[in-house]
């Protein structure tokens, strides 16, 4: 006699093979329902684990970016600044000329990615250099003013922000920023960054243009994406 077989799922015991009479499926569906009131799930609940991310310069494939998070327990959070108070001391530093303030926010082997230059800057000696060069270029009648920025992460945050000459918006000055943060030594420190700026030449449907003539090529010769 033909027998059909339905997937029978207790809660506290692995999925088995049960074996019914050759009744419909519709039926036992509706069996199951008035037979129990609070039906089992008919697939066990599953959580993927919590990956660890590890982030490459895009100019630089060798460069680790960001390490496993670290513990920490809930009184030691608690006692140090979240992670928008700390990009925004950040760049309240930047815009008062202020390195010292700057310096204790940036750990020691951060990696910041400014997408206007062709390499990431390494470690925070390399870093400070960059904003070093950066003040000395400009006068405080420059300041990034924050637009939007998240506070719901405490290892993460994104800000959207422009520049100003003097309270007024300085052109082609729009950009955002993603930060990643640790607390290390009992302090929450920046480990990477990356700034995209507005450009100062705008390409519109050109760059759409220039992207179907690289895919184009990387499909004739797919060895040069190796190049890239």
């Not at 990009?87 to 082997?109: P, Q, T, W």
């Not at 997408?115 to 990034?144: A, C, H, M, T, Y």
């Not at 290892?155 to 000459?165: D, Q």
């Amino acid at each position: 006699m033909m027998m059909k077989y339905a997937i029978v799922l207790p809660s506290s015991s692995p999925p088995k093979l049960a074996r019914y009479p050759p009744i419909s499926i519709a039926f036992l569906s509706t069996f199951h329902t008035f037979s129990n009131p609070t039906p089992t799930p008919l697939l066990p609940t599953w959580s993927p684990p919590t990956p660890c991310f590890r982030l490459s310069s895009s100019a630089d494939r060798t460069v680790s970016v960001a390490s496993p998070a670290t513990d920490v327990d809930d009184d030691e959070e608690a006692l140090v600044d979240s992670a928008a108070d700390v990009v925004r001391k950040f760049y309240r530093g930047i815009n008062a000329h202020d390195l010292a303030s700057v310096e204790e926010l940036i750990a020691d082997k951060c990696v910041y990615e400014d997408l206007v230059f062709p390499r990431p800057f390494v470690g925070r000696e390399d870093i400070l250099q960059f904003f070093k060069n950066f003040i000395g270029s400009v006068s405080k009648d420059l300041q990034f003013v924050i637009d939007k920025l998240s506070t719901e992460d405490s290892s993460a945050v994104g800000v959207t922000w422009h520049l100003e000459w003097k309270g007024k918006p300085f052109p082609f000055s729009r950009g955002c920023s993603f930060y990643e943060l640790e607390v290390i030594n009992g302090k929450r420190q920046i480990i990477y960054g990356r700034d995209s700026v507005e450009p100062a030449i705008k390409p519109g449907e050109t760059a759409l243009v220039a992207i179907r003539g690289v895919t184009w090529l990387l499909r004739q010769f797919p060895q040069l994406a190796d190049r890239l």
